[in-house]
C-alpha cells in the first residue's frame, strides 16, 4: 500500500468513525428513551432477521448466547419484545418485536434521517453529492 493511500486510509477510517459514534449520540439524545443504544440496535436486528432465534442473533452480533439472553430478558421486562416458541420445536426461542417495539424503532429512525440531514445540509450541494456518490460507490464494492 502506497504511503499516501496509507494516509488516505487513516484519515478516513478515523472521520468514519467519529462522524458514526457523534451521529449515533446525537441521535439518542434526542431520542428520549429509557434503552441503551445497544438495545436500541438489537430492536434493530431483531427487526431486520425477522423474528429470529435468539441463538441467531448471538451469531449475527457475534456475543455470546448468554449475553443476548440478558438483553433480551431486559428487553421483555420493558415490554419491547416477546418470546415465542416455535411452532414444530418447542425448544426453539424466536424473538419478536411488540408495538412498542416497533414504535421505538419508527421514532429512532425519524430521528436519525432528521439528525442526518441536518449535518448533510452543511455542506455545499456539489460536495454533498459528490460525498453521496463516492458512498454509494464504495458501498457497491460490497
Same mark, same amino acid.
Given at each position: 500500500?502506497?504511503?499516501?493511500?496509507?494516509?488516505?486510509?487513516?484519515?478516513f477510517r478515523t472521520a468514519?468513525?467519529?462522524?458514526?459514534?457523534?451521529?449515533?449520540?446525537?441521535?439518542?439524545?434526542?431520542?428520549?428513551?429509557?434503552?441503551?443504544?445497544?438495545?436500541?440496535?438489537?430492536?434493530?436486528?431483531?427487526?431486520?432477521?425477522?423474528?429470529?432465534?435468539?441463538?441467531?442473533?448471538?451469531?449475527?452480533?457475534?456475543?455470546?448466547?448468554?449475553?443476548?439472553?440478558?438483553?433480551?430478558?431486559?428487553?421483555?421486562?420493558?415490554?419491547?419484545?416477546?418470546?415465542?416458541? $416455535?411452532?414444530?420445536?418447542?425448544?426453539?426461542? &424466536?424473538?419478536? !418485536?411488540? @408495538?412498542?417495539?416497533?414504535?421505538? *424503532?419508527?421514532? +429512532?429512525?425519524?430521528? $436519525?434521517?432528521?439528525?442526518?440531514?441536518?449535518? &448533510?445540509?452543511? !455542506?455545499? @450541494?456539489?460536495?454533498?453529492?459528490? *460525498?453521496?456518490? +463516492?458512498?454509494?460507490?464504495?458501498?457497491?464494492?460490497?
Open positions: 500500500m502506497s504511503d499516501q493511500l496509507s494516509s488516505y486510509t487513516d484519515r468514519f468513525e467519529i462522524t458514526h459514534r457523534k451521529l449515533g449520540q446525537a441521535v439518542f439524545a434526542k431520542l428520549e428513551s429509557d434503552l441503551t443504544m445497544p438495545q436500541i440496535f438489537m430492536l434493530h436486528m431483531i427487526r431486520k432477521e425477522g423474528m429470529p432465534k435468539q441463538t441467531h442473533l448471538a451469531e449475527k452480533m457475534g456475543v455470546k448466547p448468554s449475553a443476548i439472553t440478558v438483553m433480551i430478558d431486559r428487553l421483555v421486562q420493558s415490554e419491547h419484545v416477546i418470546r415465542k416458541h $416455535h411452532e414444530s420445536d418447542r425448544r426453539i426461542v &424466536l424473538v419478536e !418485536l411488540t @408495538p412498542l417495539g416497533e414504535e421505538v *424503532l419508527k421514532k +429512532a429512525e425519524e430521528v $436519525h434521517k432528521e439528525v442526518t440531514a441536518r449535518s &448533510l445540509s452543511q !455542506l455545499p @450541494p456539489e460536495e454533498l453529492h459528490i *460525498l453521496v456518490e +463516492a458512498f454509494e460507490k464504495l458501498a457497491s464494492f460490497y
